[in-house]
């Protein structure tokens, strides 16, 4: 099991440009979430998924689109990247009933 | 009310020693309180939880403890080697749907 993974590992865009974020599961979770980490604030939950065909909004949306494209995947778009975008992206997932949201290796994205 | 206050920022201590890391939270609806590990370039993993039923859970040399009145829960690290470097974070959720609300990260250096 590869557990969650993400992609593209690091980006740099410009100002403007836009971009998708790529997460997949094989845990055959139900829940999805993406969240940004940024120095001093911990995790801070974007949008998040609790099945398939199902998104919400968390707690700092704005700026972002969300897709769950089926069960595994759960992809999170820029599409108008500015600097305050500049962070690292983690993606995660959870078995529904259960506690532990398991994460992937994270996105480092710089907006110049 | 949803925040969860973490303390010290970073903290240094010497091989064998015992760091502490503290957090405190407002909101009497949340009933589960996991602690998060994370290296330098990974995702968070999950270390150890506690539900407020209990005051005290221990996992090999990590302890939780909880005082559900002063509404404060710390991670207590005993014998703690350099290899428990790393950032630590807490969390808190309500419900079912395990929606954490995080502190904002404890960078932990153990020197040899």
């Known amino acids: 099991n590869a557990g969650v993974t993400q992609t593209p590992k690091f980006q740099v865009l410009k100002t403007g440009q836009s971009m998708t974020l790529q997460c997949a599961q094989d845990?055959?979770?139900?829940?999805m979430y993406w969240y940004r980490q940024d120095p001093g604030m911990g995790l801070r939950l974007i949008y998040y998924?609790?099945?398939?065909?199902?998104?919400d909004k968390g707690e700092v949306p704005n700026g972002y689109n969300v897709s769950r494209l089926n069960k595994r995947e759960f992809s999170l778009r820029l599409e108008s990247a500015a600097p305050s975008q500049t962070s690292v992206y983690f993606c995660?997932?959870?078995?529904?009933?259960?506690?532990?949201?398991?994460f992937g290796p994270g996105t480092r994205l710089l907006v110049l | 009310q949803q925040q969860v206050k973490q303390s010290p920022q970073s903290l240094i201590v010497q091989k064998g020693g015992i760091p502490i890391i503290n957090c405190a939270y407002e909101?009497?609806?949340?009933?589960?309180f996991p602690w998060y590990q994370q290296f330098p370039g990974k995702g968070p993993a999950l270390l150890i939880a506690?539900?407020?039923d209990v005051s005290e859970k221990k996992e090999g040399r990590f302890t939780i403890s909880f005082n559900k009145s002063a509404k404060q829960f710390s991670l207590h690290i005993m014998d703690s080697q350099p290899g428990d470097s790393a950032t630590y974070f807490c969390?808190?959720?309500?419900?079912?749907?395990?929606?954490?609300?995080w502190g904002a990260g404890t960078k932990l250096i153990i020197k040899p």
């Open positions: 506690i539900r407020p």
């Open positions: 845990m055959n979770h139900n829940s």
């Open positions: 969390a808190a959720s309500s419900g079912s749907n395990y929606q954490l609300i």
């Open positions: 909101n009497t609806a949340f009933d589960y």
């Open positions: 995660a997932s959870r078995l529904q009933g259960e506690e532990t949201q398991y």
């Open positions: 998924s609790a099945s398939e065909g199902t998104t």
